[in-house]
């Protein structure tokens, strides 16, 4: 059984950090491109970051400069480091995995966790 499990969401200011982790089990991560996508309360799901199986990363413009995805495959975790907080950044976090690098990049498939919130208080 796959599954993702992303933790480290909160309540934070505006102009703090967080970092989330998200912890996957049940397939062989180090095969596995990760990418972090969010969803805004009344908006679509949105790309944030993809990191592929060689380590390449890839960001939305919005959070370039601030965030950082990186990958542990010892520890089969995938991590977003968020600095800079802003309120437009509150929305709920998931974490995403398929072999595929495309299909992590559009959000089009592969496995899913169940969120974590992330909320910034201005």
């Known amino acids: 059984q796959v599954r993702l499990v992303e933790s480290g969401g ?3 200011q505006a102009g703090g950090s ?4 998200c912890a996957a089990s049940g397939i062989t991560f180090a095969s596995y491109a990760m990418a972090w996508h969010r969803e805004a309360p009344g908006k679509q799901r ?3 970051a993809t990191i592929t199986r060689g380590g390449t ?3 939305a413009d919005s ?5 950082t995805i990186s990958r542990d495959n010892a520890k089969n975790t995938v991590y977003l480091q968020m600095n800079s907080l802003e309120p437009e950044d509150t929305a ?3 974490c995403n995995a398929d072999p595929l690098d495309w299909v992590v990049h559009h959000g089009i498939g592969g496995y899913w966790g169940q969120g974590t ?3 910034v208080s201005s």
Do not use: H
């Not at 967080?18 to 982790?21: A, N, Q, T, V």
């Open 117 to 119: 919130q992330v909320t």
């Open 63 to 67: 959070v370039k400069a601030r965030f």
């Open 10 to 12: 909160g309540v934070v």
């Open 18 to 21: 967080l970092r989330l982790s």
């Open 46 to 48: 949105d790309l944030v």
């Open 92 to 94: 709920v976090y998931y």
């Open 57 to 59: 990363t890839n960001y």
